[in-house]
């Protein structure tokens, strides 16, 4: 299973919601990333997680808070977010858990976000 | 610091024609790792390639080829034969292999093949 799954592939919410994307991975892969795509622009780090612990946050805003359940899941709980946050989030894995990481990262298909 | 520059915006081939993508990357380390991903109308990155810094052969991938050139710091992209599915955006990316160093993306290439 070489495959990255995200949920939900959409999701629309108010600026008072609070919600959750989710990531999964079972190529046993140590690392686990967030990134954050707007139209017509590369991803941008948001945060990453090595062998289950935080290691990178790219000073995100608080509204994004990370969480890594265990080696294969990755959440990312939303709350209060502005307009200006709707976007492409794209998780990532990599093979080892080492910062930086220099192994290839395998991306899911993405969560495109809306922030009304 | 690093820095990736993928000077083309935008590309339109026909089918068939070759298109050659440019990738142009400064860093004053010498260890470190170059990558292309291709992302698709879709949305998902797919990795298409990782080279290091000290392997400057080129290589050929079916339709796919890479040039890696450390005296121009170049890795250039070249596919051979477009065709419409290989319409997407193109990202070359670089990440040192020494301390505090995340992936750094161009700003990527829109390739549009048409029939």
């Known amino acids: 299973d070489t495959e990255v799954t995200q949920t939900p592939k959409h999701l629309v919410m108010g600026m008072t919601n609070k919600k959750s994307l989710k990531c999964e991975q079972h190529?046993?892969?140590?690392?686990m990333y967030w990134y954050k795509q707007k139209a017509k622009k590369p991803p941008e780090l948001m945060f990453v997680?090595?062998?289950?612990?935080?290691?990178i946050n790219e000073s995100v805003p608080s509204r994004f808070s990370p969480e890594c359940p265990n080696s294969s899941l990755l959440n990312l709980h939303l709350h209060a977010l502005q307009p200006e946050d709707s976007a492409l989030y794209l998780c990532?894995?990599?093979?080892?858990?080492?910062?930086?990481?220099?192994?290839?990262?395998?991306f899911g298909p993405g969560t495109r976000l809306t922030v009304l | 610091a690093q820095k990736v520059t993928q000077a083309q915006t935008e590309i339109s081939v026909v089918e068939k024609e070759d298109v050659t993508l440019d990738c142009v990357y400064e860093?004053?380390?010498?260890?470190?790792?170059l990558f292309w991903y291709k992302q698709p109308p879709s949305g998902e990155l797919v990795f298409l390639i990782r080279?290091?810094?000290?392997?400057?052969q080129n290589e050929i991938s079916g339709r796919y080829s890479w040039n890696f050139q450390k005296s121009t710091s170049s890795f250039n992209f070249t596919i051979t034969a477009s065709q419409v599915v290989d319409s997407a955006v193109y990202f070359c990316?670089?990440?040192?292999?020494?301390?505090?160093?995340?992936?750094?993306f161009g700003k990527g290439t829109m390739l549009l093949v048409s029939p």
């Open positions: 990316a670089l990440i040192l292999n020494s301390g505090y160093s995340t992936l750094t």
């Open positions: 860093t004053r380390d010498t260890t470190y790792y």
């Open positions: 997680y090595s062998y289950e612990k935080l290691s």
């Open positions: 080279r290091n810094s000290f392997d400057e």
């Open positions: 990532a894995s990599s093979q080892d858990g080492v910062s930086p990481s220099i192994n290839e990262q395998f």
């Open positions: 190529m046993g892969h140590r690392a």
